[in-house]
């Protein structure tokens, strides 16, 4: 069984590469919302995405999910990488002084903590039912936000956010969309509007369908959903070989 190892800030230049950081925008869809994980430290005011720094004897992709899994308790998700930020002036307000002493870090990793982080953004779609959020030691709260109600984000996080939220309506475009995010099975209403929502704008429900059918990448089932007040509409499901296929080929055509 892992265990959640917490980021070891009392003497990081002996475990950790210097400058050189990773930040993990982990969105998932609930209620008809699209949502993203997210951070409230216990020593600053802002929100945050779940970030940290990378092992000297780890690859980028093993630090993402090792960094996902100490801050959030969220494991075993595919993570991918999508940007780098570089801005000069990055810098985490949790390592200034007043902030550290709080935390009652050690001053006499000041410098290091406080020098300038190059991050690298990655990104993750998930099932929301199947995520037990926890926080970390240096956390009050790890929650599901409205990506309409993310608010302010320490540092560079809302540039951070919003990039990898326009990733994901820009592989709208080419890439089908849905199998991370919604249940096994699903309604072809739901599934229109979780496009709707990453897209942020209506579709029109025959043309969706039309051209979600014409893709063969969901298979109708002859169940219904039931306990609705309307017509119970049918359920449908993910052809898995198609989906993948379309991932490596591609979509035509746009929304």
Same mark, same amino acid.
């Not at 779940?50 to 090792?66: C, D, I, L, Q, Y």
């Given at each position: 069984?892992?265990?959640?190892?917490?980021?070891? @800030?009392?003497?990081? $230049?002996? =475990?950790?590469?210097?400058?050189? $950081?990773?930040?993990?925008?982990?969105?998932? /869809?609930?209620?008809?919302?699209?949502?993203?994980?997210?951070?409230?430290?216990?020593?600053?005011?802002?929100?945050?995405?779940?970030?940290?720094?990378?092992?000297?004897?780890?690859?980028?992709?093993?630090?993402?999910?090792?960094?996902?899994?100490?801050?959030? *308790? !969220?494991?075993?998700? /595919?993570?991918?990488?999508?940007?780098?930020?570089?801005?000069?002036?990055? #810098?985490?307000?949790?390592?200034?002084?007043? &902030?550290?002493?709080?935390?009652?870090?050690? @001053?006499?990793?000041?410098?290091?903590?406080?020098?300038? /982080?190059? &991050?690298? *953004?990655?990104?993750?779609?998930? =099932?929301? &039912?199947?995520?037990?959020?926890?926080?970390?030691?240096? &956390?009050? #709260?790890?929650?599901?936000?409205?990506?309409?109600? !993310? *608010?302010?984000?320490?540092?560079?996080?809302?540039?951070? /956010? =919003?990039?990898?939220?326009?990733?994901? +309506?820009?592989?709208?475009?080419?890439?089908?969309?849905?199998?991370?995010?919604?249940?096994?099975?699903?309604?072809?209403?739901?599934?229109?509007?979780?496009?709707?929502?990453? @897209?942020?704008?209506? @579709?029109? +429900? +025959?043309?969706?369908?039309?051209?979600?059918? $014409?893709? #063969?990448?969901?298979?109708?089932?002859?169940?219904?959903?039931?306990?609705?007040?309307?017509?119970?509409?049918?359920?449908?499901?993910?052809?898995?070989?198609?989906?993948? #296929?379309?991932?490596?080929?591609?979509?035509?055509?746009?929304?």
């Amino acid at each position: 069984m892992t265990t959640r190892n917490e980021t070891n @800030l009392e003497s990081p $230049s002996a =475990e950790y590469l210097s400058h050189l $950081s990773i930040d993990c925008v982990v969105f998932g /869809f609930h209620d008809n919302q699209l949502k993203v994980l997210l951070l409230k430290p216990k020593f600053i005011t802002d929100w945050s995405l779940p970030g940290g720094f990378v092992k000297k004897e780890e690859t980028m992709e093993e630090a993402a999910s090792r960094i996902l899994f100490e801050r959030t *308790g !969220v494991e075993n998700i /595919f993570l991918e990488q999508f940007r780098v930020f570089s801005n000069p002036k990055r #810098k985490n307000p949790i390592f200034e002084v007043d &902030s550290m002493k709080r935390a009652e870090l050690k @001053l006499d990793n000041f410098d290091w903590l406080n020098q300038r /982080f190059i &991050s690298v *953004g990655f990104y993750a779609l998930v =099932e929301y &039912s199947k995520v037990e959020a926890q926080p970390d030691l240096y &956390s009050e #709260k790890c929650e599901w936000k409205n990506i309409d109600e !993310v *608010g302010r984000l320490m540092m560079d996080h809302n540039q951070i /956010f =919003e990039d990898a939220l326009e990733i994901l +309506r820009l592989q709208l475009r080419y890439q089908p969309i849905g199998y991370n995010l919604l249940p096994e099975k699903f309604t072809m209403p739901e599934l229109q509007k979780l496009y709707e929502t990453i @897209l942020g704008r209506e @579709l029109d +429900r +025959r043309n969706f369908q039309r051209k979600i059918l $014409s893709y #063969k990448i969901v298979k109708r089932l002859p169940e219904r959903r039931t306990g609705v007040a309307y017509k119970a509409p049918y359920l449908y499901k993910f052809d898995n070989d198609v989906y993948a #296929k379309a991932l490596q080929d591609g979509l035509s055509g746009e929304w």
